[in-house]
């Protein structure tokens, strides 16, 4: 009865704050029928109003206060409504949930990111696609490793429509990085996670990533994808804030739900669910900040069955943007009118991929910035990755990557083609690691780079060419010098060319030995989109159908020891260990390497490792 009163109370306490003039009077007991007579006045409601609110209020605060994060009215002065109170502030600090974006924020998130001309078919890819180790078969939801004959693939965020690609191969990165290098900070407890969850480089023991990529349990996976979305959203908030993005209609529904009853709230909730519209965006989106690692952890945890369903890419690239934050992320690009989803397929642009790489929505892939003149800069990747980047269009000689991508602090990285993007990584960092002639070669190359204001063209002036001899202590004859700068400007791969017949002694990389550069390695190849594996099928009524999967492919990588490729056919010796560099000797075992196989992800990987020879078993590792 006393519960039932309160309830009682509040509600009339409610229904006042919202009238101007005194409500009707509450009934009364019998027993106070006789002093209840007369109307009350003003004075009373509004005295009454305060005595019921702050009664009920309190009485909420001390029986629901951990899952109601608010600010209390003061507590009395006992231990547990101090310890009470605060929790409630540390919380409400932490994290503040549930606003709604304004309908200008929402105008200016939707035409950020489709434009003004956007056609239903790339709305409708990006309002289809979970960020899930579930892949959508035959009309329905399986597991991963249910119908892929590599349980390796169990691993894959699978993807089915086209276009978000981009999205999932970034968190597919970053899940690739907190498996293979953090498996055991996967065990600890979310309140444990550092403020600052980008990592530095393991010490040289701890180096090498188990090769058993079909052992970590589904729990390991689920926290490895929270905790990267969670990394990635600090990352995009200058390690202050993570906004998370989810839907409205769901509320605080799915924290403390059952499993199965969270189906049915998101299904409710996903039902006749569209954005066609910016207007659309404000109805559903709601948003909650958080200002710790922990908090925006245990948010997400909380959140992710909305991010796995058919929404769960576009909410997550709606995340980091807002933890960026929409003017910044307008001022990190170089032409802010144009969508950041392409037109005509609805593809990932490189500023949504550079975004959830490296924090900032910059749309180039080179390092640092390049000085147009007249006060005109294009702007590239300010500092060195966690995981890196890689594309195809650097081998046809479209673009140049930096060393802050090419060179990540971990070896994972994000392969870009004309439309899709895949995941590249090995399991020793080794294979990061420079031999004096690599160095420098990097040396070299970044001063160069420094000088080129073509636009990643390959050339520089006359004055910068002698700024880069400087810099690199490189003593070219005169008789060289003179024929490289006859032109007017020099051209990289002529620049090469000598430095690669001018002795070490003299600032070259010419090396007698032939054995400095010798490198054997394996790399892992992800394609996250489902196609038919021509070599697996299963048999139905029909006959043999092939299996729909994703693409798995280990790569036997050999990095000649000689500076040509015509020197190491010709005699170079092919060791059987793993990365980095072999003693040469009559115990090295000689003969001529396996012609190299060719497919467009090797032409990505010459780009980081030029000259790289590539072999693997069965079908050709695909980037499309």
Not at 68 to 74: D, E, I, R, Y
Not at 388 to 417: A, Y
Not at 444 to 462: E, L, M
Request: proline share 5%.
């Amino acid at each position: 009865m006393a519960d039932q009163q309160e309830e009682e109370d509040l509600r009339l306490a409610l229904r006042m704050s919202m009238q101007n003039s005194p409500p009707e009077p509450k009934r009364s007991k019998p027993e106070e029928a006789a002093n209840s007579t007369t109307m009350m006045t003003p004075e009373d409601s509004r005295r009454l109003q305060r005595e019921l609110m702050a009664a009920a209020a309190e009485k909420r605060l001390l029986t629901a206060a951990k899952s109601v994060p608010a600010f209390a009215s003061p507590l009395k002065s006992d231990s547990d409504g101090d310890l009470v109170k605060r929790e409630i502030e540390i919380e409400a600090k932490e994290v503040n949930v549930g606003n709604e974006l304004s309908e200008e924020e929402a105008y200016q998130l939707f035409f950020m990111v489709f434009g003004s001309g956007v056609s239903k078919d790339i709305l409708a890819q990006w309002c289809n696609q979970g960020i899930s180790i579930l892949a959508r078969l035959a009309g329905s939801w399986q597991i991963c490793n249910w119908f892929s004959p590599d349980p390796e693939t169990s691993m894959i965020l699978v993807q089915h429509e086209g276009g978000p690609c981009g999205v999932l191969a970034a968190i597919q990165a970053f899940v690739l990085k907190h498996l293979l290098f953090f498996p055991d900070e996967l065990v600890k407890a979310a309140q444990s996670m550092p403020q600052n969850l980008s990592s530095s480089r393991l010490s040289k023991n701890q180096h090498v990533a188990s090769n058993n990529l079909a052992a970590f349990t589904e729990n390991a996976k689920t926290r490895a994808l929270v905790i990267s979305m969670c990394e990635i959203l600090f990352l995009c908030g200058n390690n202050k804030r993570a906004v998370i993005a989810t839907l409205s209609s769901i509320g605080d529904g799915l924290e403390g739900s059952e499993d199965s009853l969270k189906d049915v709230i998101i299904a409710q909730a996903l039902e006749g669910l569209s954005i066609e519209s910016a207007s659309d965006l404000h109805k559903i989106l709601r948003v909650d900040t958080c200002t710790t690692p922990a908090s925006a952890f245990k948010r997400l945890e909380a959140m992710i069955p909305i991010f796995q369903s058919r929404m769960g890419a576009l909410l997550f690239l709606i995340s980091a943007l807002l933890s960026r934050g929409l003017d910044c992320v307008q001022a990190d690009r170089d032409d802010p009118s144009l969508p950041l989803v392409t037109a005509p397929f609805g593809h990932a642009s490189q500023e949504i991929v550079n975004l959830l790489l490296c924090g900032q929505a910059v749309p180039n892939v080179f390092d640092g910035r390049m000085d147009l003149g007249g006060g005109m800069f294009l702007k590239g990747v300010s500092a060195n990755a966690e995981v890196g980047f890689l594309t195809l269009l650097e081998s046809l000689n479209f673009c140049k990557v930096g060393q802050n991508l090419k060179r990540p602090k971990w070896p994972i990285w994000v392969v870009g083609s004309e439309s899709h993007y895949t995941v590249l990584f090995a399991l020793d960092t080794a294979v990061q690691d420079e031999n004096e002639l690599e160095e420098k070669e990097s040396q070299i190359r970044k001063a160069f780079d420094a000088q080129d204001q073509s636009g990643g063209g390959g050339f520089i002036s006359v004055e910068g060419f002698h700024q880069v001899l400087r810099e690199t202590n490189i003593r070219l004859p005169s008789g060289k010098l003179d024929s490289l700068c006859s032109s007017g400007f020099i051209v990289w791969s002529e620049f090469w060319q000598v430095i690669l017949d001018l002795d070490k002694s003299l600032g070259g990389l010419k090396d007698s030995t032939g054995q400095m550069g010798r490198k054997v390695f394996d790399l892992y190849h992800f394609n996250g989109i489902a196609k038919s594996d021509l070599n697996c099928s299963q048999s139905s009524s029909g006959g043999e159908t092939p299996i729909q999967r994703p693409r798995f492919t280990k790569l036997r990588v050999s990095v000649p020891p000689r500076w040509t490729p015509e020197e190491f056919m010709a005699d170079v010796a092919v060791p059987s260990g793993s990365a980095g560099t072999e003693p040469s000797g009559k115990d090295a075992e000689v003969a001529k390497p396996e012609p190299s196989q060719h497919a467009p992800l090797v032409d990505c990987i010459r780009t980081r490792w030029p000259r790289a020879v590539c072999n693997w078993l069965g079908d050709p590792p695909s980037i499309v």
